[in-house]
Structure formats: C-alpha cells, structure tokens
C-alpha cells in the first residue's frame, strides 16, 4: 500500500504534548480498509479510552470512505494526507485531499434519518454525516486552492 507514516512514540499522553500520526494513504477503498486497520494498533498502543477509540473509528471510517467514494468517484490517483493528534480527552483529525470540491463549498447537515418506520422501509444511508456531527465537537471543512482540507475532533465522551 503505498503510505508514509510517522509515529512518533511517547510514554506520557496528554492533551498538552499528544501522539501525532501522519499518513499519505490513496483514496483506494482497500487501501483505506488497511489504513483503519493499522490505526486500530496505533489506538491501542496510546491508551485511549474505549469510548474514544470507538468514537475515532467510526469517524474515520466514514470520512476516509466518503472521500474515496464523492471526492474521486470516477477518478484515479486520489491522495489522502492524514494528520492525527492523539490526546486523553479527544482525537484531532486533518483530512486533506485533491479531489472534488464539496458540494456548495459545505459540509452537508442532515436530519437524522427516520427510524420509525416499518423495516421494508428502512433507509439503506444517510447515517453517516448525521453520525459525524453527532460524534464530534469542532467540524470544519474549507478548499484551498486545488484541495479540501476537513478538521474533526472527536472528544471523550
């Protein structure tokens, strides 16, 4: 998998001084499936609370794949840089990529989806970005030049 990463390793983990992980991952979904997986070590190794990790996973998992599906849908060559700042209290995340411009230059803002429905009628998506943002304290997207740049941080619950 073509990748970069640097981890820096630390005993004490605190919100002052937090374990940085940094990442060039393709906007591959099985690249991307890797990537979530070796990251799972990585958490571990940091002592993270559970809930956090969980919280982490999800959120990560749902940005990198919605990257590789919009962003590039269509397209060869997408490049993911991924900034991770690793603390006790919360996870900061700096997605950066060269693909498509969100629609409207915004993050999308849904409802949560209707679940009581029969389950015939179940919605199949539109979890996700009602998951994110209820998963994370500061979400913030912004184009630059040729490229996205998102920022999530994904406090302790």
Do not use: F, S
């Given at each position: 998998m073509p990748r970069?990463?640097?981890?820096p390793r630390s005993e004490a983990d605190t919100s002052k001084n937090p374990r940085q992980i940094s990442l060039t991952i393709s906007a591959d979904p099985n690249d991307i499936r890797v990537c979530?997986?070796?990251l799972k070590v990585e958490f571990a190794s940091?002592?993270?609370?559970?809930?956090?990790?969980i919280n982490t996973e999800l959120v990560?998992?749902?940005l990198l794949n919605n990257i590789a599906e919009h962003s590039f849908s269509g397209r060869s060559g997408g490049v993911i840089k991924l900034q991770i700042a690793l603390s006790c209290n919360a996870v900061r995340l700096v997605l950066e990529d060269n693909g498509r411009?969100?629609?409207?230059?915004s993050l999308p803002d849904p409802d949560r989806p209707e679940?009581?429905?029969a389950l015939e009628n179940?919605?199949?998506g539109g979890f996700g970005w009602f998951m994110i943002r209820r998963l994370t304290s500061e979400l913030s997207y912004s184009r630059i030049g040729q490229r996205?740049?998102?920022i999530a941080v994904i406090p302790l619950p």
């Open positions: 970069d990463a640097q981890v979530l997986t070796d940091a002592k993270l609370a559970t809930d956090l990790v990560l998992a749902e411009p969100m629609p409207n230059l679940l009581d429905v179940l919605p199949e996205n740049q998102l």
